[in-house]
Every structure is written in C-alpha cells, then in structure tokens.
C-alpha cells in the first residue's frame, strides 16, 4: 500500500468556503476554454480557413485529452514533491498556457515582424495560430487533469458529490463570465493599449485569470506528500511503460467505471459539436437572417459574431449555473441512504411528500441526456437568433448534469480503490462525515471523519485518481474524432467554400453559399442523436447500482 505524510487540508471558516477554494482553479480554467470555443473557430475563419480545415484544427483537443491528461495523470499520481502531486503541474501549466494564449492573439504581428506581406505570410500566420492553439491545449488538458484530481484527492467518498457540484458550479461562473465579457466591446471600453481586437483582450484577460485561479487553489489547499506508492520501482518507469500501464488498465476497467466511461463516449458525440461550434451557429443565424446590412459590411466581423454568439450563452451560462446550483438540492445524493432527519413539525409533511419524489442524479442524468437531444435535433429548423438562442438555453441543464455526475461517480468509485478495504460500505447516519475546523483558526482546516476517523471505508487517498480521470477523459476524446470527422464531412458536402461572413480578404467566388441547411445545425443534429446512446448507457449503470 501506499505511505502518505501529511494531512490534506484546505483554508476557509466554512465548508462552503473550503469548498469554493477547493475548486475555484476551474473558474480559470473554463473562462479559458469559453474564449477558445468562441473566438477561435471564427478567428481561424477570419484567417481564410474552410470550415472543413478548421474542423481538422479541432483536433488538437481530443489530440491533446488523449495523450497529455492520461499520462500527466499516472506521473503525478506518482510525484513525490514536497509540494503535493497536483498544485505543481497546475501552476507551471497555467504559466504555459498564457504565453501561448497570447501567441494565438498576437500570431499576425509575431509573423509579420519576421515575413514580408504577401500570401506566404498569411499560410505562416495560419500555421502559428494552429500551432498556438495545439499547445494551448495541450498545457490547459493538463492543469485540468490535476484540478479535477486533486478534488478527488481532497475529498473523502461522502463528499464527492458535494465536490463536483461545487466543480461544476464554478465551472458555470468561468463559462459565464467569460461571456457577459465577450458580450462588452472591450476596445472601446478600455481602448488600444491591452489589444486592438476584441480578441486580443479577451485573451490577454484569460491568461491573467487562469494564472490567478490556479494560483488561489494552490494557495488554499495542502496536499499528502507521497512518501512510496504500491509500484516502488514506478517512479523508474519510462513513458513507454506508463502507456502500457494505461492501456493495461483501460482494457480491465470495473464494472461500473466502465460504464460511466460508455456514458462519455457517447454523449460527447453530442457535446464536442455544440461546444465548439454553437457560439459560430448563433453569430451565422444573426448574420443570415437578422443582422441589418451595415452590421454585414463590419470590419470586425469576428468580434460581432463572438460578441452575438456570447449573448446567446450568456443565457445558456445563466441556466447552467442555476442549475449547478438548485439540482444539489432537489437530487438525492448517490451515497445517502434513504433516510431524512428529523424536519421541523411546520414543514415535516411536506418534506416527507417532497424526498418521496426526489430523484436520484442517476435518472437526472438519463433525462439530461434526453433533453439535450430533444433540443439540438432541432437546430436544422432554426432561421433566427432568437430560436437559436432558446435551443442553446434548453441545453443548460443538461450540461450542468454532464459537468457533475461524472465526476461524481469516478470520485466514488476511484476512492473505493484506494481504501485499505475495497468494500465499501455507506456511511453511519449517526456519525456523519463532515469538513470541521481545527482548534487553532489560524491553521489550515483539516479534513476530518469525526467519530468514524479510525475507519477507513469513507476516507479518501485518491492515489489512483490521475490514472482513472485520465482514462475518463480517453472516453471524452475519442468521441471528439469521431465528430470532427462527422463535421469536416458535412463541411466538406454542405458548404465547401470561405465565410462569407468572416473571410472579407477572400474572393467572393471563394465563399460558400448560404441557401441550403446550415452546416453547424446539421452536425448538431447528428450529435444529438447519439446522445440517445449515452441516456441508455446511463441506465445500464444505474442498473449496476441497484444490483450492488
């Protein structure tokens, strides 16, 4: 087994506290990856690429999920730092990812300060921009490996649910302030000097909150050092080894693990495209059906469609974050027993009455997934913002499901393994496992299990939590292949040619047309239909729970 020195701990009077410090890191992170979904499809549209090329760009994200979270996961789940397995990697990535952030929205100056004008400055600032943008996530998928396990590794089993609401819940704060601030015209708010772009500031405002919100966790919260794992000789061990170790695992999952990584294979079929496209998908239905000719001929097109298709998530992020915050209230924990203490006389029956319909997050999770299909099988038929928007907005609640439930499950089940006893068995009602402070206020709160302290069933070492995320998110990327190949398809069929909205520098011979069904809408479409797949996938595991 593995020997630990230390106590994990997080700062904060409060749990709430304690936890918003825990997760906060996310808050960075998403705001990171909302300007990337945005702005960059339409900025590479905006450099002259085909919607078919820059559905090829977009394969640096699955690229990077598949070979940087899993491997940066198993190497730190075995670093012996003084300074804990996670919070070093989140630090330096986050450092990485702001400079290449800011060598993605200052690729055309970077390039022309060494090429002359000319078409082969142009193919050199495509290049940049593409090789900026592979890095960026390459560096951020492993901050988010490390952020999301070291959640894992901080909580016992009891309180993982708890953990990923409040992850997913800062992840609708990034999401949405990332939007209500592409929605502002930053240039003429705070002029030139930070960028001469709306682009150029969103991403300068990026890289500054990633760097902070990396850095608040890491001050908040103190990991176990590592003293020696199961594997004495791991540390050794090369990269080919660690592949092999991987692919070892990932072939022999338990049961359950296995399922919940069936329910991401499918439903991110359905999320890829609406992540990185739907901002594009509004900003073109505003454009084609509603904009007034003046708002066509702008010469920042890229900043009108973000900022329009910002609007329409900010609605999207409103609901996201309503959600993330009212379902941990109305959804029966997947750890809690039947069982309710005793309400007040005033309010007793109407308790009893309300937990007697309380749903599990299990079939939340199915009837998310039906949602969002319901929703994006719609878009072909969308022909204005307004419809846009509200098929976006619909998508809300089944994203904060999507964001939670998996987490929350892989946590538990990643606990399970690294207990001392694999059976695991629930929590006494009479000894409830809470985050207490300690006696001195100065000092870090510790993470204790008050009367149950001895037991080992319910604590949480999270030893394996790097190598099993990064499994999860081997599950995540593989769909995301599977739909920039559906994508660049229905581009390459649908509309072969430039933006006519974005790419003004291109020929108007080179654009494609604007008659036939929008492209985006159809890969939306195709998308949602294998989200069916996932909502049965999801039964299938809630089945597993019910057999034990």
Known sequence: MASWAGQPSVKGSTESMRMALLTFSLVGIQFTWGIEMTYCTPYLLALG???????????????????????????????????????????????LVAGCLITLGWAKEIVGHFVEEGEFRRSCTVALAVVAIYAVDFAINAVQACCRSLIVDTLPIPKQQTGSAWASRMVAIGHLTGYVIGTMDLVKIFGSSFGDTQFKQLILVSAVALIIS???????????VLISGRDADAPNKGIIE?????????????????????????????????????????????????????????????????????????????????????????????????????????IAAVLTKFNKYRPDLLTAWIWGHCLFSSSMILTPFAHSFRSATFLMALCGIPSA??????????????NRLSAPDPSYRRLSITSPLELTSPITPASPTRLEQGAMAEKEENSSTGELSGLYFGILNIYTTIPQFIGTFISMVVFALLEPGKSPELAHDADPSEHHGTDGPNAIAVCLCIGSMCTIGAAFATRRLRSLYRDG
Request: net charge positive.
């Open 49 to 95: 690429l085909t919607k078919s090329r820059t559905s090829l760009v977009w394969i640096a994200g699955p690229l990077s999920g598949l070979i940087v979270q899993p491997i940066i996961g198993v190497l730190a789940d075995r670093s012996k730092s003084k300074y804990g397995r996670r919070r070093p990697v989140m630090l330096i990535g986050s450092v």
């Open 214 to 224: 990396c850095g608040v966790t890491s001050w908040a919260v103190t990991e176990r």
């Open 242 to 346: 660690i592949i092999q170790h991987i692919f070892k695992t990932a072939t022999s999952l338990p049961p359950r693990i296995q399922a919940i990584c069936n329910i991401q294979l499918w439903s991110w079929i359905g999320w890829f495209p609406f992540y990185f496209y739907s901002t594009t998908f509004v900003g073109e239905m505003y454009f084609r059906y509603d904009a007034p000719h003046d708002v066509k001929q702008s010469k920042d097109a890229l900043g009108d469609i973000g900022r329009i298709g910002s609007l329409a998530l900010v609605v999207f992020s409103s609901v996201v974050f309503f959600g993330a915050t009212i379902l941990p209230i109305l959804i029966r924990s997947p750890d809690a027993e039947n069982f309710t203490k005793r309400p007040p006389a005033a």
């Open 401 to 414: 499901l999507s964001s939670w439930a998996p987490s929350t499950f892989m946590g538990m089940e990643v």
